[in-house]
């Protein structure tokens, strides 16, 4: 979300998605309070800073790992405070595994990616880092049925080699699918909530995705092509959940909610799929972060999700 009020964010979020509150990052805060900040600071004997090249791996906890510990627990009062009560599905999120060695460097300079042995340890100290986290959820607000989001932009270009290293001159070696794969199915089943992956980039892999276990995939809807449609209609019919990524991030002009959702429709229609599905099976979300927009574009495009969603329910056809 954009701006730096932690409970101007939260009040947002609980108002605008009655039915689906999250909580809220924040990283124009700077260096901690960015997706890659934030989730570091998750992680369990793990610890990084920020370094002019961006964020490394360090042997003990700094300044940018406290800053980042503060702002997640200012985070958590501000929900805690609007959400009081609540009964229901709530999401959290964090950088997915792949996403996390792709972008955090080790102490010599390259990105965790390179190292196999760096890749395993960032995923066990993530999946333990989330247990405890999402256990401090449970705490703050029992009556909340949590469901995590693993941000996995980077997964696509981890698989594919496309990877660059620190240098920026060569790109580093692809990682086998099956140890993604693996990797990530690990993770999940150390989670006892439901999973969703979301990757606003092209070619996500969404039959690895399947097989490592979540229960949803989100999607930019505005990067498919019909060579995903195979895919996505073996995902829908085993009844994993889409996130269809339809409202842009940033403001476009005007928008219209039933409009958003065509594309979603005009999917059904060429997968020959039951029109009666979409209310079950697709939720209508922008394409990626908000952090980009306006703070009143970005409340308007969480309107116009609910509405897209609600033509989705109410007009299947």
């Known amino acids: 979300m954009p701006g730096t009020d932690a409970r101007e964010a939260a009040k947002t979020s609980t108002g ?3 039915q689906l509150p999250f909580l809220p990052e924040l990283p124009a805060r700077g260096p901690g309070a960015d997706m890659i900040g934030r ?3 998750l992680l369990v004997e793990l610890f990084a800073e920020v370094q002019p090249s961006g964020w490394r791996f360090a042997d003990r906890p700094g300044r940018d790992t406290r800053r980042a510990h503060s702002w997640l627990g200012e985070d958590l009062d501000a929900l805690e405070e609007f959400a009081q009560g609540y009964q229901g599905a709530l999401k959290v999120q964090a950088v997915g595994p792949w996403t996390l060695a792709a972008s955090v ?3 010599h300079g390259e990105k965790a990616l390179a190292d196999p042995g760096a890749c395993r340890d960032i995923a066990g100290s993530l999946a333990e880092g989330l247990r405890r986290h999402l256990a401090e959820l449970r705490k703050r607000l029992p009556g909340a049925q949590l469901v995590l989001q693993l941000d996995e932009p980077s997964l696509p270009a981890v698989l594919s080699g496309q990877v660059k290293t620190a240098s920026g001159f060569q790109r580093l ?4 699918r099956q140890v993604a794969e693996e990797s990530l199915r690990e993770l999940i089943r150390s989670l006892d909530v439901p999973v969703l992956v979301h990757s606003c980039a092209p070619e996500v892999p969404i039959p690895l995705l399947r097989r490592a276990g979540v229960a949803g995939i989100s999607l930019d809807f505005g990067l498919l092509t019909e060579r995903e449609d195979e895919d996505l209609g073996e995902a829908i019919e085993a009844g994993t959940a889409i996130l269809a990524g339809v409202v842009p991030a940033v403001e ?3 928008s219209d909610p039933a409009g958003s959702v065509t594309v979603v429709r005009r999917l059904w229609r060429r997968l020959g799929l039951d029109p ?3 209310g079950r099976r697709v939720l209508v979300t922008p394409t990626c972060g908000l952090a980009g ?4 574009y ?6 116009l999700a609910v509405k897209g969603a609600r033509s989705l329910v109410d007009n299947p056809e």
Do not use: K, M
């Open 298 to 303: 970005a409340r308007q495009a969480l309107s």
């Open 252 to 254: 476009a002009g005007s």
């Open 105 to 107: 460097e080790l102490r």
């Open 276 to 278: 009666e599905l979409l």
């Open 173 to 176: 070696r692809s990682i086998d």
């Open 16 to 18: 605008a998605l009655e």
């Open 39 to 41: 989730s570091a600071g």
């Open 293 to 296: 927009a306006s703070p009143a």
